[in-house]
Structure formats: structure tokens, C-alpha cells
């Protein structure tokens, strides 16, 4: 009997079955239990994840939201960005009601839980509840993150924090509804490449099929994130494809923030161009500079393998993955792309 729409989109709550469990991690289960203890005696738990967010990091925090309010915790969710918007591409996460901006975190959180990132920079204007925070819980899998949490739930092996996240979840004896699995899976597909990069293992696999069972729309999510843009997005695309450089295995190329103004493109828009750049046969690793509203640049760099870009990004102030870093540069084009260049030659 093929299943009713309706069937297909009322499904109740996942508990996880015995064979369907998250994989193990390197996290040991007395770090496990520690979090689930401090999370179960604290009332009002405040989440944050790395400035200008990207699915894993929005998707990660908003999943484990879900759940400490399904336990009846009061939760506060942000990410320390000046202007305070979530990219348009990420318009379709659920659970953004429980954003409040950086100006209304609580500047002393009993318990703050961190996502996504690496470091307490990244955090942007959320750093002073940071360091004022009586207990830390960071949640990540950036291999560069040396634990600046009084917990660390680390896993550099992991694909994405939307793994670790569902982990949380897990052992929080959380189940998986369809909005708390749009969270995770929009983490889990970002930060995987849909399922591309050589960071996907089968335990990535293995969640995006509990995932899927939820009933989850992946065709929508796939679309939202990937398959459309304002139409500004292609003139500004034509301007960057139109000074686009190859030299010496790596190509590159900018957007600057008048690009950006004469199609009214906000600066989040460009998060996909890196991946047109990319293709190209000749480089090993490619840049995109992108001019934000303050006038800095923001750097995408991504290899092909030979090269780890998070080392020479980290060189720059930046970080990041092997085959996936970025770093900011308040230098010209021409000096940020020659001392990267020096950089890679060195690397
Ligand atoms: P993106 O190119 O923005 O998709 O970023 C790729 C990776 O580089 C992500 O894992 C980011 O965490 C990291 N990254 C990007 N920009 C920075 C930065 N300015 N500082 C540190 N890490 C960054
Ligand atoms: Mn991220
Ligand atoms: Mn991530």
C-alpha cells in the first residue's frame, strides 16, 4: 500500500531504534554523561555558533535547541555577528525563533554550549559571555579547536558538527522529529558537500538515512541551500568569471562590495561561488575574495588535497579543514592574494 502525503508528513517523532544509533566517536562517554549532567541541571542554557553561519553551524545549534526545549529549558541561541542576519539560503532552518541577537545573550550564562567553532574568535561579539560563562560546552569538529570549553565534545574526524550534534541529542534520549532533522541534515549536507568531499564516511551515510526517515524533504532542502539565488547573483557571478586569474596552480578571483551594490546582493549570497572556482582542472586550489559590508576581505580557499589550506590560512590569522579554509584580510587584492601565493609556494 503506498502511503498517504498526509502520512508523509504528519509522521510522528523517531525514537531510535536499538540498530539505529549514531557511531561512536573519540569523545569519551564520561564527557558524554558530564554534558548530559550539566544539561540536566541547568534551567536556562544559552547556544551560540560561529559567526556568519553556515548550515552546520545554524543547523547544529538549532537541533540541539529543539531538544532542551522539548525538556522544558528556557533556550537563548545566537551567533555574534554586527549585523545579526541569518543568510537567505538558511531562511528555511527551522526553530529560528529561538534567535535572540547578540545584544539581548545573556552576557553570564549559567551554561553556554558552543557550535562550530573552532575558537572563541569565531564567536564574534558572543566571546565576553565566553569567558564569563560558568560552564562551556564546545561542540565541534574543526581539527585546529584545542578545547577552549570547560567540556570539550570534539571529534576531528567528524564530517560535520551536525553529527556530534545528533550524538548530543541521542544521549540527551532525544528523538528525531522532521524539523530537528532538517536541522541536522542541513549541517550534515553543507558541510559534506552533498555527500562529495572526502571527509564523508559511512557514518555520515548511516545518519543521513535516520535523517531521511523522518519524512525529511530532501529535494526542498537541496534547492533552498543550492538551487536558487536573486537574479543580481548572476551578474555578479559574471563580473567575478570575468577577472577570474589562473597562475601557477591556482585560480582565483574577487567581489567587492560595489559588485555587490549595483545588483543589491548581500555579502551571504556569495557563499556558492567558491564552488563554480573550484572546478577548475588546472589549479589545485582555488580563492574567492569577498569584500563584506565592513570592507574586509573575506577569503574562501578550497584544495583538492595536496595542499592543507587550513595551514596556510591559519598562517593568515584564519582556519579551518584541509581542503576547506578561509581567513580575513583588511590588505588590497593584489597583497592578500600575493602573500596567500607565498604562502601555498611555501606549504
Ligand atoms: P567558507 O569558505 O566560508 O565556506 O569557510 C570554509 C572553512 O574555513 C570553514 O570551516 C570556516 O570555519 C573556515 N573559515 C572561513 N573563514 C574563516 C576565518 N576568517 N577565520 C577562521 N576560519 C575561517
Ligand atoms: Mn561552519
Ligand atoms: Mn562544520
Known sequence: MTPDVRD????????????????????????????????????DIALACHVSPDGDALGSML????????????????????????PRLLRFVPGQEMLVPPADYPA???????????????????????????????????????GFGTLDLIDPGAPATAMLAEQLIYRLGGSLDRDIATCLYTGLVTDTGSFRHSSTTPAAHEMAARLVATGLHTDEIARELWDRSPFGYLKVMAAALDRVVLDDGLVWTYVTRVDRAARGLPYSELE????????????????????????????STRSKGRVDVAAVCAALGGGGHHNAAGFTSHDSVEETVAKFRELLREA
Open 108 to 146: 553570564e550564562p549559567e551554561l553556554m554550549i558552543t557550535f562550530d567553532s573552532p575558537s572563541v574568535a569565531r564567536l564574534g561579539l558572543l566571546g565576553e559571555s565566553v569567558r564569563r560563562a560558568h560552564q562551556l560546552i564546545v561542540v565541534d569538529h574543526h581539527p585546529s579547536n584545542d
Open 8 to 43: 508523509r508528513l504528519d509522521r510522528p517523532p523517531r525514537v531510535y531504534a536499538d540498530t539505529a544509533q549514531p557511531a561512536s566517536s573519540p569523545v569519551p562517554e564520561s564527557a558524554w554523561r558530564r554534558a548530559v549532567q550539566l544539561i540536566s541541571q541547568t534551567e
Open 63 to 86: 537541533a540541539v535547541g529543539f531538544v532542551l526545549r522539548s525538556l522544558g529549558k528556557r533556550v537563548a541561541a545566537s551567533f555574534g555577528d554586527h549585523d545579526f542576519t541569518v
Open 272 to 299: 556558492g561561488l567558491i564552488d563554480v572556482i573550484r572546478r577548475t582542472d588546472e589549479a589545485e586550489v582555488a580563492a574567492v575574495l569577498k569584500e563584506d559590508d565592513q570592507g574586509a576581505w573575506q577569503v
